[in-house]
Each structure stands twice: as C-alpha cells, then as structure tokens.
C-alpha cells in the first residue's frame, strides 16, 4: 500500500533519513517501530522566506511494498554497428545527448570533440590553475563533457519546451547520478562527480557501436550543393554522414570564424557580460537563512538570485546574477593564450568557504557600434578584446584583476584584496579600467541595490574578480522553428549553447535530442546511397 503526503518539515526532519522516516510514521499515524514501511521524498525545495527556515516536501510511504525506483525511463541502445553514420561536432551535454538518442533511433552517431577525455584533461586544468599555460583545445570549456564537466553541474532549467526534463534526469541517474537529482527543486551533480558520469555516457556511445573521436578539430566543412555531408578535421581525414549535428559550444570561436568564411549564414547575439563575485559562504548563508552564526549541519549552502533594471544613456539595461556557485571555487576558463575568463564550479557538497556568482549585464547589438564592422562577429569581437585586456591589466597571466565591491562602487583603488578560491591568484586593478564604461556603471547601480534587497550583500568584504564572459553565445547559427534545420544549408542542425539555443546542462542536452530526433526523421529514411557508400576517407 502507498501513501502520499505533503509537508512542510524543519531542516532536520527533511535532511535525515531516519528523522524523516519517523516523523512521516507520526504523519500517517502509525507507531515509529512500524516494519516493512519504506520512507522516500519525491520533491523537495527549501523555503526560507520567514526567520525559520522550512522545506517543502512531497512524500510517499510504502507498506509492505517495495517502493521500487523513482526512475520510469531506462534508456536501451541498440548495436548500431551497421547502421548509417550521423556526425555530432562537440562532446558537451549537447552533442553527447544527440549521440544517445540517436543509438536509441538506430542511428550510428560520430561524435568529433577537440578536447580530450576527462581524465587526460585533468592534466591541461591543472596547468592553467598552476601554470597559467592554456590549452586552446583542451581547457575548462573545450574536451569530454564539454564546460559543463568542470562546473556546478546545475541541472535546474526553465526550457519545458525543447524536450522532457524528467527524461534528461533519469538518463543521468540511470548513469551515475543520485536519486536526488530527481527530488531536488534546484538540482545538481556537482564537479567532482561530473567527470565519471560523462565517462560513463561515453561507454554507451561506444558500447552500442558508436565512435568517439578526442583531439580531432573541425577545420573545414563538405559541401555539395546546398548541402553539407561532412566534415575536414586537422588532419586533413574527411568524414562524412547523414547530416552534422554542430554542438561545439558557446567558445569555439574558430567555428563560427570558418562558418563566416564558408559563408554558412550566422548572425550575432547579444549576451552578457560582467565579473564573478565572491563572498564568504557564511555570510551569504547568514543573509538568506536569517541565523546569527551559521546554517547549521542540515542546511545545504544557501544561493542566491538577483536581478536589477539599470539605466545608463537612455538606454535600459538587466544586470543579473548568473550561474552562482554555493560552496564553490572561481576557475580559469580562458580558451586561448592572452585572454583571462573566469567562471565557477563546486564541489557535490558544496563545502567551500567561498559564495561565488557571476554578476553581468546585458549587452546588446546597438551598445556595439564600433564592432559592427565585424558583421555577425561583432558581439564575438567585442568579447574577445574585454579578456584581452583583463588578461593584459592582470599582468599578462592567468592572475585576474580585482577589486573589492565597495571600493568598486566608490570609485576607489583597493590596497588589499582578500583570501580567494580563485587558483592563480589575483591583482588589485580598478575594474572600471577593465570593463566598458556602460557595463561597470550600471554593475555599481545594481550592487546599491542589491544591497537593499539583501543586506550585508553590498559590502568590502567581498570583491570582484573579472571577467565573465562566457555567459551564451555572442553568435547565432540560426535554423527554422519547426525542422531545427539551417534554413539555406540542409543537413546542417545548428545545436545548443554553442548555436544560441541552449542555456545550461539540462537545456543543452534536449537541444541535442532534439536535434538528433530532426535529423533523422528528415533524412535517415533516404537510400544508403545517397548518404554516399563510404563514410570515411583519409587525409586530403
């Protein structure tokens, strides 16, 4: 027998199996001693609106009944060994998730990824973090898993339309990942985790018969007609297939330079653009849980949200907080040398000392006129030479320039910085003299009021540390609503954060269902012959 409940639990009775599983007893009125009765929540989120803190929670006990599991998909692959190839270029969730559904579809998927495996590509991290030596095809954005193998691993999306997220869940759990991500209001995974998970997506790929092909660059693409049926990698080997998923992400800039010069239309996009912020965790926690001291052993890291209309030259403008990290650490994720990008991660637990957030503003195509030379590059260009010069301003190296959040407001130089997560160190810069003029006027206009909407938040005991950059893509390969296919080159599906489509794991990863599901319903019905008898050719 089931029976289904809806609380609202103190931290302690939501967070302890044993507790829980008790007070639910007591819920259904039944002795705390009760046997063959099995305890699970479904959902979960935290509410602490009010000065105690209280969790929401959906709950189901089971007497004398095994409550099975919580997953209702359990993804089979089929030998494709056999089958028609179709091209995905990226490993990141995107192309990763593409290359799945298309085995599920009996499709054999070729994944091209730049990058390495995400165990060699530890190698190239730590000499970032160490060495400040930047890999351009293997870094924090670029290799297996794309950059959301090194990141939180927030699996939190608003994207319902694209695809089923419950699906994109239970695939996950179904690889590695704890229930808890299906319970969870704001899930995640958690970067020390993330790696096995995407080395364990990758054993279904090969095991169902398709191929996985690291440190191999896209540098040319097969066109015919209107047509693209494959691809040139760096070695000069031509691959070719039923049609190119292009999932490369939101930082291959050589992409979107070879599509412009290939004249594959593109248009630029606005995005946004900032710095990260870091506090300490406790007082971030002391904000948004109202305690004196800390949150307590049941508490996970508390997050934030923040968004503020700013006007500046009559224009009006967002700035928001953007992938913040609980409990987490600022990492390099520049994709080249000379250039300084930072972005965030954490660890499953969440156990740092430090609260980081990117906080940027939107920038739009009309806030560029001096890019616009630069056609559908513009917004890529303007992007580009901000990290140059935060690169250059932090003395040349992966050592990022900072500043302390009041000084920055008040238009003062800080002459310390304080304790960071952030590996390489860090510079005292005026980030006034990093940032354009109508992105850090209106960072100072938001900060003030933030730090009405949470007080203690506007304070110099945190500090900025530039630049975030990275948010979405600044370029849009663009396809049609319905086919998801490029509206003047057939067989081309423009895919993820990458095309502008996508805007995190979760997103990115129905994108590529998505993708895949068009394409071969499009073109997998066509005669093996006009696919062309031979896949795979070598070097040109």
Known sequence: MKKTFTLQLSPEEAYQPEIFKTTLLK?????????????????????????????NVEAELFLNENPGSLLDHFPEYQ????????????????????????????VRPIVIERGKDVRTRRRDLAAINKEGIVNPDSNYCFGEGGAGTYSDGKLYTRSKKRGDIRRIMEILVAHGATEEILVDAHPHIGTNKLPVLVAKLRESILEAGGEILFETRVEDLIL?????????????????????????????????????????????????????????????????YHCDIDRGPYLPASSYSLVQQTEFRGKQRGVFSFCMCP?????????????????????SRRDSKFANSGMVVSVELEDLPEYQKYGPLAAMNFQADVEKKAWELGGKSQVAPAQRMVDFVNRKSSSTLLDTSYQPGLASVDMR?????????????????????????LTNDAQLIGVESRTSSPVRVPRDRETFEHPQLKRLYPCGEGAGYAGGIVS???????????????????KRSEHSPIFRTGMV
């Not at 409990?327 to 990008?341: Q, R």
């Not at 990863?509 to 319903?521: P, S, V, Y």
Request: proline residues 4%; charged residues 25%.
């Open 224 to 288: 015919e007609v209107g047509e693209i049926r494959g691809v040139v990698t760096q070695q000069g080997e031509k691959i070719k297939g039923m049609g190119v998923i292009l999932a490369t992400g939101h930082s291959a800039r050589d992409i979107f330079h070879l599509l412009d010069r290939r004249k594959v239309l593109i248009e630029a996009k606005p995005f946004a653009l900032g710095v990260r912020i870091e506090h300490s965790q406790n007082l971030i926690d002391r904000i948004q």
């Open 433 to 457: 003299d990093v940032l354009p003029d109508f992105i850090s006027a209106r960072l100072a206009m938001a900060f003030k009021a933030f730090g009405q909407k949470m007080r203690g938040y």
């Open 27 to 55: 819920k259904a009125g039944l002795a705390t001693d009760t046997t063959n009765a099995h305890a699970r929540q479904t959902k979960r989120s935290i509410d602490a609106r009010g000065r105690q803190v209280k969790v």
């Open 508 to 526: 990115a990863a129905m994108d590529g269902e998505r993708c895949a599901e068009k394409l071969i319903e499009a073109y997998a019905k066509s």
């Open 79 to 106: 030998d494709v060994r056999s089958s028609d190839p179709l091209i995905v270029v990226g490993a990141g969730p995107a192309g990763l998730f593409a290359a799945l559904r298309a085995i599920e579809l009996g």
């Open 327 to 347: 409990g987490g650490f600022i990492v390099p994720a520049a994709t080249a040398p000379g250039e300084l990008v930072v972005n965030g991660m954490s660890p």
